[in-house]
């Protein structure tokens, strides 16, 4: 129903930075108090939480491996959520994905569980 999509991901070397966007595919939800949330999973591992941001305020909240190097942020008028990622490491490697949850409130974000809508995925490699 909510359709999200990235962009962004690539091939970068170790120390070396992207950012990540989200947008909502056919409509704007900005109107809705919502999280949308980065989640993130390497090949063979279990999906694991990054950072997410609360859509009306902007309150964030980030997993203690990415506080310092990544930032989330988003701009309303665009309906587009980021995510800046920054001295990057190779245990960084792995695709990203985009969701939001439209019923829990941030500090329920961190659970892959709770989010009620996610997008396609967009592969970050770091190199080392």
């Known amino acids: 129903q909510v359709h999200l999509v990235e962009s962004g991901g690539g091939l970068v070397q170790a120390g070396g930075s992207l950012r990540l966007s989200c947008t909502t595919a056919e409509r704007s939800y900005s109107h809705l108090n919502y999280v949308m949330a980065w989640f993130r999973q390497a090949p063979g591992k279990e999906q694991l939480f990054v950072a997410a941001?609360?859509?009306?305020?902007?309150?964030?909240k980030y997993a203690d491996s990415v506080k310092g190097r990544f930032t989330i942020s988003r701009d309303r008028a665009k309906d587009t959520g980021y995510l800046q990622l920054n001295s990057l490491k190779p245990e960084d490697t792995a695709v990203y994905y985009c969701?939001?949850?439209?019923?829990?409130?941030?500090?329920?974000?961190?659970?892959?569980?709770?989010?009620?809508?996610w997008g396609g995925g967009t592969l970050v490699a770091v190199s080392p």
């Open positions: 969701a939001a949850d439209f019923n829990n409130g941030l500090m329920a974000a961190t659970r892959p569980g709770v989010m009620d809508y």
């Open positions: 941001i609360s859509w009306s305020d902007g309150i964030t």
